[in-house]
């Protein structure tokens, strides 16, 4: 039985070659050993990625929930990396601003902006900007 790294690094393999049917096979299969192992951040690491594929399809509602449970995990631990937690508010704030929630949309941007000027990823911050910009 291989090990939930090991599921991470198929599932990477099968989103790369754009079968993410597979890849999110792998990466629930993942989050699911991450849970059992009381591995919160891995787990939230894994249902974000999750959540990414179903954005990449527009699978809104399919998404919206495990955004929402990865940032719940990432903002209730203290050990959790300002990058992990940038990094699931944007496609959140993506995720609010596709299907019309504007408010939350710009609440969100404006989240993972400051998120990545403190972490100094100009190319984030200059994204968020964008999206800030237009949503104003």
């Not at 495990?66 to 496609?91: F, G, Q």
């Amino acid at each position: 039985m291989p090990t939930a790294v090991e599921l991470i690094a198929e599932g990477k393999q099968a989103r790369a070659e754009r079968d993410l049917d597979a890849a999110r096979a792998y990466y629930a299969e993942a989050a699911e050993a991450f849970r059992k192992e009381d591995n919160r951040l891995a787990y939230a690491h894994a249902i974000r990625h999750i959540a990414d594929m179903f954005l990449d399809e527009a699978r809104h509602a399919e998404a919206g929930p495990l955004y929402e449970e990865a940032l719940e995990i990432y903002r209730s631990s203290l050990d959790t990396k300002l990058l992990d937690l940038a990094n699931t508010v944007r496609p959140y704030a993506l995720l609010n601003e596709t299907i019309g929630n504007v408010d939350l949309a710009r609440e969100h941007w404006q989240e993972a902006r400051n998120l990545y000027a403190s972490l100094h990823l100009d190319i984030g911050v200059d994204e968020c900007g964008k999206h800030l910009a237009r949503l104003s």
